[in-house]
């Protein structure tokens, strides 16, 4: 059912293609004005353009036409995405108002559910498939406008939304070549193309950011991608596995609506609050702070994959195991108990005895 050798075709089109076409992108954002301009809730001290999402949406489109991916969906896949490529072009040079950038979200959603790609059931182990009804239009609108932010929040470091993304659709691809997946492999690939093109040019020290043009399309591709592939999925808990490929990203803007709600701040401010300016403060440095957050979110994507044809002691087990790397996660970023890491210091001193054991046999 596969071709892999279009497959790595196309991802080399795309590969390529995003590296080569970010160059005239950063130039079009300069003359353009789109910049990123330093202040107190930024880490970086000059100014750089931004809009590099533009390379990743024209590179994965490059890469998909080599494909020539047929399915119904696809026309309003990719109308969704030009609405949300617009609306991250026009926030990234206005900043526009949230309202209005939600209202683009929304807009990107209707494509998908006019088209009838929604989350229309949840299997549950015991019971089985639950049909959703009428709800499945509201939680189909509620997971990509949710997805789309979540990806934009997490946007904060170089190259963290790049890698991140990436290490999502890597573990999505895979579960879709074993489900047999078609279209959602083929968007997977080039996507993942695109992305690491672009990363080049975007990891510590960035040369450009993807800004929201890139994040919101990443957000809203992922959201897509997974009701082709991932909620169609037969296994016991299927609506758990997108939520464990993207448990990172879930997990920090569950936090940032806690702790807005909590300081009686709109959900909508942006903040530097987040888990990778926590990990900063904790005393990671900028590097070694996307790549373990990249470290994280590598193993939620194996677990989803071991998720996705699990028996049911198999997904308690992996369920476990996902809570405790959130709880352990969370503790890096001194976000559990005023900052203390029990369970972190525990491993820490398991380790050392290991170390100082294997040095006395040596």
């Not at 309003?76 to 683009?104: C, F, H, N, Q, W």
């Not at 993304?165 to 193309?193: H, N």
């Not at 790397?325 to 398991?350: N, Y």
Request: include cysteine.
């Amino acid at each position: 059912m596969f071709n892999y050798v279009d497959l790595a075709i196309a991802f080399i089109i795309a590969l390529v293609s995003a590296f080569v076409l970010t160059y005239p992108v950063k130039k079009l954002a300069i003359k353009m004005k789109v910049v990123d301009l330093p202040n107190h809730r930024k880490i970086h001290t000059k100014v750089t353009p931004r809009m590099g999402g533009l390379a990743i949406f024209l590179g994965a489109v490059l890469g998909a036409l080599y494909l020539h991916p047929s399915h119904p969906h696809i026309p309003e896949i990719l109308a969704g995405a030009i609405v949300i490529i617009i609306t991250g072009m026009l926030d990234d040079r206005y900043s526009i108002k949230p309202v209005i950038k939600l209202t683009g979200q929304l807009v990107a959603a209707s494509f998908l559910v006019s088209s009838g790609l929604i989350i229309e059931r949840i299997t549950l182990p015991f019971i089985g498939m639950i049909d959703l009804g009428f709800f499945s239009v509201l939680i189909t609108v509620f997971w990509v406008v949710g997805i789309t932010n979540a990806i934009n929040l997490i946007d904060g470091l170089d190259g963290l939304a790049t890698g991140v993304s990436t290490i999502a659709l890597s573990s999505m691809f895979v579960m879709a070549l074993f489900d047999a997946q078609v279209i959602a492999a083929y968007l997977c690939i080039v996507l993942i193309g695109a992305n690491l093109g672009f990363l080049y040019h975007n990891f510590y020290p960035a040369k450009i950011y993807m800004g929201d043009t890139g994040s919101n399309f990443l957000g809203f591709m992922i959201a897509a991608i997974s009701m082709l592939g991932l909620f169609k999925n037969i296994a016991l808990f299927s609506f758990i596995i997108p939520v464990i490929v993207l448990a990172v990203p879930i997990f920090d803007t569950m936090l940032a609506i806690f702790r807005r709600a909590t300081n009686k701040e709109s959900i909508m401010m942006a903040d530097n609050k987040h888990i990778h300016y926590r990990l900063i403060e904790a005393g990671y440095s900028h590097r070694k702070t996307v790549l373990v957050i990249y470290a994280f979110s590598a193993l939620f994507g194996i677990m989803a994959i071991v998720f996705s044809n699990a028996s049911l002691i198999t997904s308690f087990v992996v369920t476990l195991l996902v809570l405790v790397l959130l709880h352990i996660f969370a503790e890096l970023a001194g976000l559990v108990m005023g900052g203390k890491r029990p369970v972190v210091d525990r491993l820490r001193g398991i380790r050392k005895k290991a170390k100082q054991k294997q040095k006395h046999k040596q």
